[in-house]
C-alpha cells in the first residue's frame, strides 16, 4: 500500500514467536519497539510468559500470496511456540476476490499450523483492520472499503473456526481510532504505537491461556 518495509530479524531467548503478514505487522512507520508482536512479547514477558522477541517475516505491500512466497524462500526449519498472523488488507486494497482471498488465506492457515507444530491452539490471527477509517482514505468510500474488509475477515474467521485456530477482532478499535491522530504514523495510513499497543493487549489474553 505505500513504500516497502523490511522484515525483522529474530532474538534469542525464551519461547519462540513467528509474526507473518504485512505493514500492520512491522509497524510501518513507527518503531521497531512500537510493533504489535514486539508488545505483544514484552506484555507477555511482564506476565510471566517468557516469550523471545519476535521473528517476524512481513513486508509493506503484501497479499496472501506474497506472504505465502515469502514464508517458502526463507526455508524455516524450526517449529515456534507461537504464530500470528494478519494479512489481507493488500488483497481488498488491490481489489481481489474474496474468494481468493479465502483460498490463498486457507493455505497460509496450513503453513501457519505446521510451524506451530500442528497445535491449533499456538496460532493466533488478528482481522484486518479497516483502513477506509483512516485519514489516508479522506474522499473515498469509506462505507465501501469498509464492507469490503468485513467480508474478508468472514471469510478468515470462517477458515480459523474451522481449524479451531483463534481469531481476535482487532476492526472495531482500528474503527474507533477515526478522527484521532494519535493513532495514526505520519504516512496517515498506518498505525501508531499506541494504536498497536491495544491490539496486542486483546491478544494477550488469549497468548497467556495457552503458554503459562
Not at 62 to 82: F, M, P, Q, V
Not at 136 to 153: L, P, S, T, V
Not at 164 to 176: E, G, N
Amino acid at each position: 500500500m505505500l513504500p516497502s518495509g523490511q522484515p525483522a530479524g529474530p532474538t534469542a531467548g525464551g519461547l519462540a514467536y513467528l509474526a507473518l503478514g504485512d505493514s500492520y505487522t512491522i509497524g510501518e512507520g513507527a518503531a521497531a519497539d512500537e510493533r504489535w508482536p514486539v508488545q505483544l512479547a514484552t506484555l507477555g514477558r511482564k506476565r510471566g510468559i517468557m516469550l523471545a522477541e519476535p521473528e517476524i517475516i512481513a513486508r509493506t505491500g503484501w497479499t496472501t500470496g506474497d506472504l505465502s512466497a515469502a514464508i517458502a524462500n526463507a526455508r524455516l526449519t524450526k517449529t515456534y511456540d507461537l504464530v500470528s498472523l494478519l494479512i489481507g488488507v493488500n488483497n481488498q486494497y488491490q481489489g481481489q476476490s474474496v474468494a481468493m482471498y479465502r483460498t490463498e488465506f486457507r493455505q497460509l492457515l496450513g503453513t501457519a499450523l505446521g510451524l506451530a507444530g500442528n497445535r491449533p491452539q499456538r496460532v493466533v490471527v488478528l482481522s484486518i483492520p479497516d483502513w477506509g477509517q483512516s485519514p489516508f482514505a479522506n474522499g473515498q468510500d469509506r462505507a465501501r472499503i469498509g464492507a469490503e474488509i468485513d467480508q474478508f475477515n468472514a471469510a478468515a474467521r470462517q477458515e480459523c473456526q474451522s481449524r479451531d485456530i483463534a481469531f481476535i477482532d482487532i476492526t472495531p478499535l482500528t474503527r474507533a481510532a477515526a478522527g484521532d491522530n494519535n493513532q495514526f504514523t505520519r504516512d496517515r495510513l498506518h498505525y501508531s504505537g499506541a494504536q498497536m499497543g491495544k491490539w496486542a493487549e486483546l491478544v494477550l489474553p488469549t497468548v497467556e491461556t495457552v503458554l503459562k
